[in-house]
């Protein structure tokens, strides 16, 4: 099975083309917003991204940083330990580092789907398609949706991920297209159909109209 394409690999300028005749409101966002420039790690194996994704849920950046430098100082050369390091470092251990009880069963959890399969490895996940990745994620503890399409987009650069239960995605799309109210989940699904299969680059604008 070929690898699925990625946003380092595809002509940025056509697909902002594409989005622009695909979508007038859209396409005065793009105008006012620019060129599309992610400063996104496209290139991480899903277990790398979900163990600091577990790390970082529910904490200020900083905090959150704090104990991921402190979780991986337990294993000396600063890099994200491998599943079989995990699994051999006691709790005690884990939670002395600032993890909670429920991060560390997390942690855990990952490590040992990651061994059996579950998770897979970075040249698996390349040639996994969107949806089957995303179901294979969120069989681990403390995953949802939401992580694992952030990791599809920031880890992964897959070009086609919509996360419409994105606060974010929902305020932008509120202010780009008029709204009085929030819109619902499916409200923004079905415009998104017209973005596709660049719905990715269609999500970091509606990010930007937030920013505007």
């Known amino acids: 099975m070929a690898s699925i394409p990625t946003l380092d690999s595809l002509d940025l300028n056509a697909v902002v083309r594409h989005l622009r005749a695909a979508d007038p409101r859209l396409a005065e966002l793009i105008r006012r917003a620019g060129p599309f420039r992610p400063d996104w790690r496209m290139n991480i194996s899903p277990y790398q991204g979900l163990f600091r994704s577990i790390v970082y849920q529910q904490l200020s950046g900083k905090a959150a940083g704090t104990i991921f430098r402190r979780v991986l100082a337990l294993y000396g050369d600063g890099a994200v330990p491998e599943p079989a390091q995990v699994l051999a470092t006691s ?122």
Do not use: C, H
Not at 112 to 141: F, H, K, S, Y
Not at 148 to 153: D, K, T, W
Not at 170 to 176: A, H, I, S, V
């Open 91 to 212: 709790d005690d251990r884990l939670r002395g580092a600032g993890l909670s009880r429920n991060k560390t069963a997390a942690i855990r959890d990952l490590a040992a789907r990651t061994l059996d399969g579950t998770v897979p490895d970075r040249a698996t996940a390349r040639r996994t398609p969107d949806q089957e990745l995303i179901d294979r994620l969120v069989a681990v503890r403390g995953v949802g949706r939401w992580t694992a399409e952030m990791l599809l987009m920031f880890g992964l650069g897959r070009p086609d991920v919509l996360p419409v239960s994105d606060l974010g995605i929902r305020k932008g799309f509120q202010l780009t297209y008029g709204m009085k109210r929030l819109p619902a989940a499916g409200t923004i699904m079905r415009q998104g159909k017209a973005w596709a299969p660049y719905r990715t680059v269609a999500s970091w604008y509606l990010w930007r109209a937030v920013e505007l």
